[in-house]
């Protein structure tokens, strides 16, 4: 283990006792209103050919807490991600945040109004260093057009703020002594971490985490751990998809469940795993394993070659009609009318 990957204090605070004071007093039914919800999804569909992957008829997550989001293999808990976070554009459906109608909202823009997330497959860039990542961030999510941003040098002006935010962030998330290596040289886990602190950089308000611990070693994990319930005692609201079931009832106040594109349960976590139509669920779902240290690499030298023949203009022309391959947008990703 190395000393910056040392476990940290879990995060316990007043508002964990707060959100679940809220949660007893809700029924465990799928689809149940909450006291505060921060995000109101509304009949939500994304088929791909003749499969629905996402229908998601009402969901509510409850603003200040930590929710799971969990279900079997290919349930579309990813996909469910990509219509909310503007990376992919649903069938049908729509959504609130704090109010405003979000469908159509472009990924920058959404991290923009405070609502931000990190994926399945990390998307730290190994070839720019841990603070130009995190400098990135700051510019909201722009999918496939980091690059381009970071080429851009959309951020001047405000250059300063920025780096400044970046390494209190850094030093939080104790990659400070990484600033200036390059992001392909951290480990599986402090990528994870470089993730979640470049999430953070535009200060949001719903942070979403796409298995936050999936390939991290167990010291780091509990280091994860500690950071998602600080979050929760900042005043964020967390909602994670996460297959380890011991961290979703160590860390979530709520548990949705998810099955073949729809929600099929919620509850406490101490109650959920043993609801029958969840045990139904997963009943002859099999897990896959975590990504070996190689795939990951693959996938992510992949996207960095797609990415840096966006950023030089020589990317087929062809491409943009075609959905980017899996390892850059975990599903498709394309680009709105009127984005930018
Ligand atoms: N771009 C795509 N094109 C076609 N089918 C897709 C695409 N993206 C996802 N799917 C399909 O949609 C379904 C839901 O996939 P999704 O990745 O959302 O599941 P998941 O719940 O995140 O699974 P996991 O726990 O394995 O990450 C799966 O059947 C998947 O094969
Ligand atoms: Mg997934």
């Known amino acids: 283990m190395h000393a910056d990957e040392a476990v940290q204090p879990q995060a316990i605070g007043p508002r964990k006792a707060q959100a679940t004071a809220v949660f007893a007093e809700l029924a465990s039914e799928p689809g149940v209103p909450k006291p505060d919800p921060i995000l109101v999804v509304n009949n939500v569909v994304r088929r791909f050919g003749g499969l629905t992957a996402v229908n998601v008829e009402h969901v509510e997550i409850q603003r200040g807490s ?11 808990k990813t996909t469910f991600f990509n219509q909310l976070t503007g990376f992919d554009t ?3 459906g729509e959504w609130t945040f704090n109010g405003r109608p979000m469908k159509g909202v ?13 994926f399945q497959l990390t998307k730290a860039l190994s070839k720019l260093t841990v603070l ?14 980091f690059l381009r941003a970071l080429v851009a040098g959309l951020w001047r002006g405000q250059e300063k703020e920025i780096t400044e935010r970046a390494e209190d962030l850094l030093r939080r998330f104790k990659l400070d002594a990484k600033s200036a290596d390059f992001a392909g040289s951290l480990s599986g ?15 949001p308000e719903l942070v979403m985490l796409d298995e936050p611990m999936a390939g991290v070693n167990p010291a780091l994990t509990q280091s994860l751990l500690g950071h ?10 967390v909602l994670f998809v996460e297959h380890d079931m011991d961290m979703v009832r160590d860390i979530s106040d709520w548990v949705i469940v998810m099955a073949q594109g729809s929600v099929i349960a919620e509850g406490p976590p101490d109650s959920i795993m043993s609801d029958p139509r969840v045990v139904d669920a997963y009943l002859g779902a099999h897990h896959d394993a975590p990504l070996s240290a190689e795939e990951e690499e693959q996938q992510l030298a992949e996207a960095e070659a797609a990415l840096e023949a966006e950023a030089q203009g020589v990317a087929d022309p062809a491409d943009a009609a075609r959905p980017a391959p899996a390892s850059v947008a975990e599903g498709t990703s394309r680009k709105e009318p009127g984005d930018d």
């Not at 930590?66 to 579309?76: C, K, M, R, S, V």
């Not at 600080?230 to 005043?235: V, Y």
């Open 90 to 92: 649903a069938d049908a």
């Open 132 to 145: 130009e990542n995190m400098r990135l961030g700051a510019q909201g999510q722009r999918g496939e057009n």
């Open 66 to 76: 930590i929710t799971a989001l969990i279900g079997p293999n290919g349930a579309g």
């Open 189 to 203: 886990g402090q990528r994870k971490l470089l993730e979640m602190a470049r999430a953070l950089m535009v200060e």
């Open 106 to 118: 472009s990924a920058h823009k959404v991290a923009r109004q405070g609502m931000v997330r990190t």
């Open 228 to 237: 998602v319930k600080d979050l929760r005692e900042q005043g964020m609201t």
